[in-house]
Structures are given as C-alpha cells and as structure tokens.
T-cell receptor, first 109, second 118 residues
Framework: GQNIDQPTEMTATEGAIVQINCTYQ??????LFWYQQHAGEAPTFLSY??LDGLEEKGRFSSFLSRSKGYSYLLLKELQMKDSASYLC??????????WGAGTKLIIKP | GAVVSQHPSRVICKSGTSVKIECRSL??????MFWYRQFPKQSLMLMAT?????????EQGVEKDKFLINHASLTLSTLTVTSAHPEDSSFYIC??????????????FGPGTRLTVT
C-alpha cells in the first residue's frame, strides 16, 4: 500500500530552526510537496521537489532523497506565525496526491 | 498565481437537508478538480476527482449518490451533500490541478467550506 509518515507534533522556540521529516512508500513518484495549513484554513503551497537535493526558498528549505524515500522541510528563524500544520504529499504514478497526516508545529516564545 | 474560490465559506444546515458547495477557478480553466474532506486534526482525504464534461471518479468508501459532483464547465465544479447528517459535518476543500508550471505539478486549493449539520 501507499504510505506517508511524518511526526504528529513538534515544538520549537521562536528564532530557532526546526526540521520536519517525511518518509514515503508510494506507487511511482512524480514529486513531493510540502504544504502549510493554518487551523481552519486550506493548505498553501510551500515547495515541490522532484530531484534529489535541497531546494531553498527564503526561510524555508526542502530536501529530497528518492533512494531513501525521505524528505524534510527545514524552517529557519522561526516566527510565531509559523505555528501551523505542515503536510507532506507525494504525487504517485497516476499524478494523484497521497497525503501525510500532517505535523502540527507549535512555536513557543 | 492561480486562484480558486469556494462558496459558501461556512454553512449550517439541518439534518436531512441538502447543501451545495461551489468551487470556481477564477483566472484559469480547470479540466480537473478535486474534492477533499478534512475532519478535525486529521489530514486531507480525497473524496473524488471531477473532470469537466464527464462523471466524477469517487474514492473507495465515498457514496456517489450522497455526494453529488457536477463539473459542467471549465471553471465550475459543485459538490452537493444530499440528506446531510451530523457525521457529514466537516471541512470540505476543493483544488484544481496539477499544473506543470516550471516543472512544478502544483495543485491550487480553494479556501474551504465549513459544513455543520445540526
């Protein structure tokens, strides 16, 4: 079966760095997405990785290792507004998104 | 970027009634739209894939006679929850895509509709 695993909840301090991991097993691979979702709102796109390596976009970076079925989202200089759920999703061979359960990130002052 | 709207944003209805949710792509044509449901503290669950001009494809366990999907135009898809029950209370989100823009297969999400059935 297809499976996406990510931690349920993480806590970090304002100004610090946090890494959210995601491992996956899917039927085919057409890229991995990270989305941010604030409570009561729809997800917003953060990043897309289809090749191995690190993609940096401002305070957020995303890494992919296809051979290991592994990705992480790195958030630097954490701000209180970064408190949200972070969803990892993999696009399978049918171009369908397989979603992880999300990681709730709590930022403390 | 591509904009997807949903209406209404919130709706409260009585048990046994039907509710229609609209999903519109505002600045692009969406041949494919997706309908998701999300219960509190859970991830998105794909309900169905809606293709313009054809019948929707429902995921296993989703009742197609209860959740009616119509994708009559390239900019509008509707989800009708028929004979709603309290257990249908959830956050319903639509999205359009994927779009291969700059080698990024991105889906664009609507803002979601909070349905409460009393």
């Amino acid at each position: 079966g297809q499976n996406i695993d990510q931690p349920t909840e993480m806590t970090a301090t304002e100004g610090a760095i946090v890494q959210i991991n995601c491992t996956y097993q899917t039927s085919g691979f057409n890229g991995l997405f990270w989305y941010q979702q604030h409570a009561g709102e729809a997800p917003t796109f953060l990043s897309y990785n289809v090749l191995d390596g690190l993609e940096e976009k401002g305070r957020f970076s995303s890494f992919l290792s296809r051979s290991k079925g592994y990705s992480y989202l790195l958030l630097k200089e954490l701000q209180m507004k970064d408190s949200a759920s972070y969803l990892c999703a993999v696009m399978d061979s049918n171009y369908q998104l397989i979603w992880g359960a999300g990681t709730k990130l709590i930022i403390k002052p | 970027g591509a904009v997807v709207s949903q209406h209404p944003s919130r709706v409260i209805c009585k048990s046994g009634t039907s509710v229609k949710i609209e999903c519109r792509s505002l600045d692009f044509q969406a041949t494919t739209m997706f309908w998701y449901r999300q219960f509190p503290k859970q991830s998105l669950m794909l309900m169905a894939t809606s293709n313009e001009g054809s019948k929707a494809t429902y995921e296993q366990g989703v009742e197609k006679d209860k959740f009616l999907i119509n994708h009559a135009s390239l900019t509008l898809s509707t989800l009708t929850v028929t004979s709603a029950h309290p257990e249908d209370s959830s956050f319903y989100i639509c999205s359009a895509g994927p779009f291969n823009r700059d080698f990024s297969y991105e889906q664009y999400f609507g803002p979601g509709t909070r349905l409460t059935v009393t």
